[in-house]
């Protein structure tokens, strides 16, 4: 197991970690319920000819593959102009690890494999259609889970071996007492941010400190999917109290405002 070494003062040394990090997230494996775009391509690298749109094989968020004609009128008759039709191009990574793709008589298992390893695999299965096919594929429903201040969000990561910095900015940023949105509407501590990962029952966590420049360096810590990554929200006791204080204060201000009814009443 991969265990953090401390300096002199106490402060984790994340060298070590930095290395571990970027050699898993070149390395990322396919889970279940992964949602992958696959593109398939002939000849090393040319696109393929697709005139009736049934493979469903093009880049992330295309979600048009062929065309139907317009017909217009009451007789139904073809105006001689196409239109796309939306499909979706992701394909789901089913429980038993397998992927159902066009063409193929079998679903593909990919559970535990690598994306370089997955297009190995699929050019192989796809060499029985397609002269020296190239494949491609790419994970889109990739995300980390965000919990502290103001609560709990959760980031897709939209690019592969983002950092810690990028995905703050995608969160909304974040400071030590207010700002414009996001977690910045609410304050967190930069300067205690902790990172999760693994099992929930043996896992990794990392300490980093964003409100210093060295802390900062070491923020430049690429994200892994699924991590979880806590910010310890800024505590502010005279307006929690004030808070908690809310009902009570309401309460007292209803039951002076019945009395003073009751008085005015009776005299």
């Known amino acids: 197991m991969f265990r953090l070494s401390t300096d002199a003062n106490g402060v984790a040394d994340t060298a070590k970690f930095r290395r571990v990090v970027n050699r898993v997230a070149l390395n990322y494996r396919i889970h279940t319920n992964d949602l992958l775009n696959v593109q398939v391509f002939t000849n090393k ?16 968020g295309s979600g048009t593959v062929g065309s139907v004609p317009v017909t217009t009128g009451g007789g139904g008759n073809a105006s001689g102009q196409r239109v796309p039709v939306p499909v979706s191009t992701q394909f789901l990574v089913q429980a038993d690890g397998t992927v159902n793709l066009p063409m193929l008589p079998v679903p593909v298992n990919v559970l535990g494999l690598t994306l ?24 889109t429903n990739n995300r980390v ?17 983002m950092n810690l910095l990028e995905v703050l900015a995608l969160a909304g940023g974040g400071d030590n007492g207010g700002g414009a949105s996001g977690y910045a509407r609410f304050g967190g501590r930069m300067d205690n941010i902790r990172i999760i990962r693994g099992d929930l029952k043996n896992p990794q966590v ?27 929200p800024v505590r502010r ?9 809310g009902p009570v204060l309401s309460a007292i201000a209803t039951l002076l405002s019945t009395v003073s009814i009751i008085i005015f009443l009776t005299k």
């Open 45 to 60: 690298g040319e696109r393929i000819i697709d005139p009736n749109g049934e493979l469903r094989f093009g880049p992330p």
């Open 116 to 139: 370089r390893q997955t297009d190995s695999l699929l050019q192989v299965r796809y060499r029985e259609f397609y002269r020296e096919p190239f494949v491609k594929t790419a994970v």
């Open 145 to 161: 889970i965000i919990l502290g201040s103001p609560g709990g969000q959760v980031v897709s990561l939209p690019n592969d071996n």
């Open 206 to 232: 990392q300490f980093v400190n964003l409100s210093t420049l060295q802390g900062m360096r070491r923020g430049n810590l690429q994200v892994e999917p699924n991590d979880v990554i806590y910010i310890e």
């Open 237 to 245: 006791p005279a307006q929690e109290t004030l808070s908690d204080a």
